[in-house]
């Protein structure tokens, strides 16, 4: 059987993976992607840490990840497709009203 | 079965590393589903069946086609793709790669730290859900509360403007 | 009946939360009637009690309603409840059916005014709080009582605050009182540290068991709380308070400056006297005090020009014969001038409001002249008041009760005939101060016009009041009018029995002599033009020092506010208000630069979180 140190390495990895698109990329679609690549690998650890138990409770877990990653994702695109509107290239840093005007 | 998981967790980590990189948001979708796919693969021989299947069809199968039918909505031309190209220069990578690399380091330590082993067992699908409609029933409602949540939400925000 | 004690403060609360509530929305004529008719039942409950008391007086001559406990501590506890002897029972009298009288006649002096529900509020506020002083049974609840009709004398002298000179009365009014009260909260905790209760009747009696008579402790806790009733009751050395507060309007200086509120100290002492009987010294003190009280205001009457100022310094001149009745030990006789005294002045001051609402609102008695055929009313109920706050023999309820005093007076030891002689002096001040205002605004020509109507609401109160400032002296009369006490006889189950000490022929007719002496002085002076002469000629600088009230005002300005002001300007610059100033501008650079960070771009942001994250698992994993 696979130690649970691989299967969590594993997480890890997807986890900066996805960390990485989230703070280099600059359109939204990448933004949102990224972060579905995050739940994804925190879904995994817990699949690993069910394993590691023996445990049903991971893969609970998991179901209620995939619940919440449906939700976000749900309303993310909608708002990505009402900010099209507006910003046509879909660029993040450009939808910056809420900063700090001296 | 470790070859397999092996096989799969390559997969999936070139699929991903190629999906945050990609200039097309169509192909790099493409290649998070193939990653999707090779984590189901991971969690089956990690004895969550369930879970691979749920992966499989409710993750890869539903919410990535969804996400899919909007970027393809989006209709994202060839100026968008040459755009894309355009911001990911080599130095939009230094902070985030510093900040990544931090984090790994640490969270490398604390894996290692521990060096118990794993319980050898296939948890079942009629495990899973008897445990989840018996103990973790408010859970359930919880998740269909934020469910439902969502379903208002995009109903509102999707509605013509007046 | 009795068991509805509670209601006699509570109507009037009730009457006030209305008011303040829905007051605006309910417009004049109700507001009104919810005001007097608040009070106006409080008085008829509070006749009827009295009327069962006089049947059947309850045992010991006492009624106590313990409603609920309010601090409970191991060995200290303090209940609210009201406590019904017949000083209070008294007190409640007054209070009520003056208030009532007086709260129908400001319906219609107020009439027309801005804030007319607010104005009732506060009354309403007022006899309540007021009615609380006097029925506690516990000197802290009488202290709730004691600041809240502070607060309303503060409300309600500045009721017209779009004016300065008001605000600035008000304030100046509200600070002195304050002053006092200092006094008197420390009083209060040194009897409850020293007797562990605050429970009066307890207290007393802790007191005339633990202290001797004549040491230190009962005479240091007796003289805080005098202090307490001297600002309260405007006595020197804390009396700059009550001429400015006249700027209220007219109905409040007479029921709050004259009736009611300025005689608690009164009735502090009465309240308390066992505990002045254990300190002879400060009985002596009152003595003084209130002699010189009574004569600083009797010569600052003689100059005012302005009618409300005059009764505001015969008020304070009234309330010093009260403390010299105090200072001699004669309750009864202080208490018998407070009410009459609550009858007149009410009446004068109601009546000098009456005159104001015809003569658009002028107070100053060289302009007036010629009232007594114009308004009649006016005429005779200020005359009857007069003769009441002069003195004038056997018609006036004021010659009873002042009788009553100076025979107490001159009866007491030495220095008896130095107070007894003072206070003659006073007597006839008083005549010529009050009777050189009825010559100046009732004879001669007619100087202003003359404007409006008085409707009912004003001549009832002023019709009762003036019969009652006839009558009411003769509850209590000397040997040689009949010998009456029903007065000292119903009092005396609180304040022990009064008796009419004999003292030779020429103390009462002395006493009888130096009013009507006065009001000779005063006509003739009025005849020969000295009093008109006076308001256009320069005044001298006797007239200004005593118009000012022998210069207290300047004087406290002096020693007191200018270096309490120099004071509070040098602490502006206070070093240890820099160190925080530099707290401040520390968190102000501060802010700024982190104002900074916020460009309001997701990417930025999260890569902030992350690099929090990552330094927090740092610390976690690595220190």
């Known amino acids: 059987m696979i130690a649970w140190q691989m299967s969590a390495g594993l997480a890890l990895a997807l986890f900066m993976l996805g960390l990485l698109g989230l703070l280099a990329r600059r359109s939204l679609v990448f933004v949102m992607m990224s972060i579905e690549i995050m739940l994804n690998a925190a879904g995994l650890l817990f699949i690993t840490a069910g394993m590691r138990w023996g445990n049903p409770d991971g893969q609970i877990m998991l179901i209620l990840v995939l619940n919440l990653a449906g939700a976000e994702l749900a309303l993310g695109l909608i708002l990505i497709l009402r900010l099209r509107n507006r910003i046509t290239n879909l660029d993040g840093d450009s939808v910056n009203l809420l900063r700090d005007v001296p | ?162 | 009946m009795i068991s509805y004690l509670w209601l006699i403060p509570a109507l009037p609360l009730l009457g006030s939360v209305i008011l303040g509530m829905f007051g605006p929305s309910m417009g004049p004529r109700l507001s009104g009637a919810v005001g007097t008719l608040s009070v106006g039942l409080a008085a008829v409950l509070a006749m009827a009690i009295a009327l069962q008391w006089l049947g059947h007086p309850p045992a010991h001559s006492m009624y106590q309603q313990t409603l609920w406990s309010w601090i409970n501590l191991p060995g200290f506890s303090i209940n609210v409840g009201l406590y019904l002897d017949p000083v209070s029972l008294l007190m409640v009298l007054v209070i009520t059916i003056v208030g009532c009288l007086i709260h129908l006649f400001s319906t219609e002096y107020m009439e027309g005014e801005d804030g007319y529900s607010r104005f009732f509020a506060y009354l309403n506020l007022f006899v309540s709080a007021m009615l609380l002083l006097v029925l506690a049974d516990d000197l802290a609840l009488l202290f709730v009582g004691w600041e809240g009709v502070g607060v309303c004398s503060y409300l309600l002298v500045g009721f017209w605050f779009s004016e300065s000179a008001n605000g600035y009365a008000a304030r100046k009014s509200f600070v002195v009182t304050r002053v006092a009260d200092i006094f008197m909260l420390a009083g209060l905790l040194l009897l409850a540290t020293q007797l562990g209760t605050l429970n009066i009747q307890n207290m007393l009696a802790g007191a005339v068991a633990t202290w001797p008579s004549g040491s230190l402790m009962p005479a240091v806790a007796a003289s805080l709380l005098l202090m307490g009733g001297l600002g309260k009751s405007a006595q020197v050395p804390l009396q700059t308070w009550l001429p400015d507060a006249m700027a209220g309007p007219t109905p409040v200086s007479a029921l709050i400056h004259a009736a009611t509120m300025v005689t608690a100290g009164v009735y502090l002492v009465v309240r308390t006297h066992a505990l002045f009987l254990l300190a002879p010294s400060v009985l002596d003190a009152i003595a003084i005090g209130a002699v010189i009280t009574l004569l600083v205001a009797a010569f600052a009457g003689l100059v005012q020009s302005d009618i409300k100022r005059v009764l505001a310094y015969s008020t304070m001149s009234q309330i010093g014969y009260m403390f010299l009745a105090l200072g001699v030990g004669a309750w009864p006789a202080a208490m018998f001038h407070f009410m009459t005294h609550a009858v007149f002045k009410a009446l004068l001051f109601l009546t000098a409001g009456a005159i104001a609402m015809r003569l658009d609102h002028e107070q100053n008695i060289f302009a007036m002249g010629g009232l007594r055929t114009k308004l009649p009313l006016a005429f005779w109920a200020f005359l009857i008041g007069s003769a009441s706050l002069a003195a004038l023999p056997v018609i006036s309820a004021g010659f009873f009760s002042k009788e009553m005093i100076l025979g107490a007076v001159a009866a007491a030891p030495m220095p008896g005939m130095v107070l007894w002689g003072a206070g003659i002096l006073g007597a006839m001040l008083t005549a010529i101060y009050i009777f050189r205002v009825v010559f100046m605004v009732f004879l001669g020509p007619v100087n202003t016009e003359i404007s409006g109507s008085y409707g009912l609401r004003v001549a009832i109160p002023l019709v009762t009041l003036s019969a009652g400032a006839l009558v009411v002296g003769w509850l209590e009369t000397p040997e040689t009018l009949g010998g009456q006490t029903i007065f000292s006889q119903f009092l005396s189950p609180a304040v022990g029995v009064f008796r009419h000490l004999p003292v030779s022929a020429m103390i009462p007719l002395t006493g009888i002599a130096a009013p009507l002496l006065g009001v000779a002085i005063a006509y003739t002076l009025y005849r020969n033009g000295t009093w008109a002469r006076a308001a256009t000629t320069e005044p001298s600088r006797l007239t200004l020092f005593l118009k000012s009230g022998s210069g207290f005002d300047t004087l406290y300005d002096a020693v007191i506010v200018a270096p309490y002001m120099g004071l509070v300007q040098l602490l502006r610059r206070d070093p240890v208000d820099q160190m925080f100033m530099l707290l401040r501008d520390l968190a102000v650079a501060l802010h700024r630069q982190l104002r900074a960070t916020q460009i309001g771009q997701i990417r930025r942001y999260a890569s902030w979180m992350m690099a929090g994250s990552v330094a927090t698992i740092a610390i976690l994993l690595f220190a």
Not at chain 2, 67 to 88: P, Q, Y
Not at chain 2, 111 to 120: I, K, P, Q
Request: neutral net charge.
């Open chain 2, 1 to 162: 079965m470790i070859i397999v998981f092996y096989a799969a967790a390559g997969l999936t980590l070139l699929t991903t590393a190629a999906a945050i990189t990609r200039a097309n948001p169509v192909h790099a979708l493409l290649f998070f589903v193939l990653s999707l796919i090779g984590m189901g693969v991971i969690f089956f021989t990690m004895g969550a069946p369930f879970a691979a299947a749920l992966e499989i069809i409710v993750y890869a199968g539903a919410i990535m086609v969804l996400f899919l039918f909007v970027v393809m909505m989006l209709s994202l031309d060839i100026a968008a793709k040459r755009r894309e190209t355009g911001w990911m220069i080599h130095s939009v990578w230094i902070v985030p790669l510093v900040l990544v690399a931090g984090l790994g380091i640490e969270l490398v330590r604390v894996f290692l730290g521990s060096s118990a082993t794993g319980v050898e067992r296939i948890v079942s699908p009629q495990e899973v859900g008897l445990r989840l409609f018996t103990t973790d029933l408010s859970a359930v409602e919880l998740a269909s509360i934020l469910l439902l949540t969502g379903l208002i939400g995009a109903f509102h925000l999707g509605r013509k403007d007046r």
